[in-house]
Nanobody
Framework: VQLVESGGGLVQPGGSLRLSCAAS????????MTWHRQAPGKERELVAV????????DYADSVKGRFTISRDNAKNTVYLQMNKLKPEDTAVYYC????????WGQGTQVTVSS
């Protein structure tokens, strides 16, 4: 199993970024996918989840209404569209899948600063 995140970077407050997580090594469409983040000195937290059947989603209260998780099962990729970014969104963002064993990507840095 391999998860490779991309799309992070430096953005001004109020800006947008789209993160991607390319997955391989498992039957992508069968599993829920999640995005997490970890800010310096803080614990890793769940940001968003998208389920397999039906693709229903849930979000942390701190990002609800600003972030959107989606998936393209044909491309084995999960996305996180982040709008109206705030400095407190600064963190390393990770995607994760649990196939019975949990797998993390390497993370992508998002920095929100003027």
């Amino acid at each position: 199993v391999q998860l490779v995140e991309s799309g992070g970077g430096l953005v001004q407050p109020g800006g947008s970024l789209r993160l991607s997580c390319a997955a391989s090594g498992f039957s992508f469409s069968r599993y829920a996918m999640t995005w997490h983040r970890q800010a310096p000195g803080k614990e890793r937290e769940l940001v968003a989840v998208i389920r397999s059947a039906g693709g229903s989603t849930d979000y942390a209260d701190s990002v609800k209404g600003r972030f959107t998780i989606s998936r393209d099962n044909a491309k084995n990729t999960v996305y996180l569209q982040m709008n109206k970014l705030k400095p407190e969104d600064t963190a390393v963002y990770y995607c994760y899948v649990n196939t019975g064993v949990g797998y993390w990507g390497q993370g992508t840095q998002v920095t929100v600063s003027s």
